[in-house]
């Protein structure tokens, strides 16, 4: 069983920064694409940032400059480093990754989501 579990969530004051991270778990046998989706009610889900298994990046032009993504491969971790936060970045975050298990086929994995709140 496969279980991708997110962590670093919390209250933040406009321009702070939060580091998120995601850790897969399970019987893994590779992780492709991981990546960062955010939701608000009444708002889509949107791409935050993507990273590939050899390290390409993208982002959205909503938080390019201030975000990064990076990911552990030993650890089966992605990060999300948010610096200059703004109360538009309010949202619960989930994790994905592309990731073939040891038995099964490949699929997209979510984890249970961690809030994000950026408020003074």
């Known amino acids: 069983q496969v279980q991708l579990v997110e962590s670093g969530g919390g209250l933040v004051q406009p321009g702070g920064s939060l580091r998120l991270s995601c850790t897969a778990s399970?019987?893994?046998?590779?992780?492709?694409?991981m990546a960062w989706y955010r939701h608000t009610p009444g708002k889509q889900r949107e791409l935050v940032a993507a990273?590939?298994?050899?390290?390409?990046?993208n982002y959205a032009d909503s938080v390019k400059g201030r975000f990064t993504i990076s990911r552990d491969n030993a650890k089966y971790t992605v990060y999300l480093q948010m610096n200059s936060l703004k109360p538009e970045d309010t949202a619960v975050y989930y994790c994905?990754?592309?990731?073939?298990?040891?038995?099964?086929?490949?699929?997209?994995?979510w984890g249970q989501g961690t809030q994000v709140t950026v408020s003074s």
């Open positions: 399970g019987n893994i046998f590779s992780i492709y694409a």
């Open positions: 990273i590939g298994s050899g390290g390409s990046t």
């Open positions: 994905n990754a592309d990731l073939k298990p040891r038995v099964g086929r490949r699929k997209e994995y």
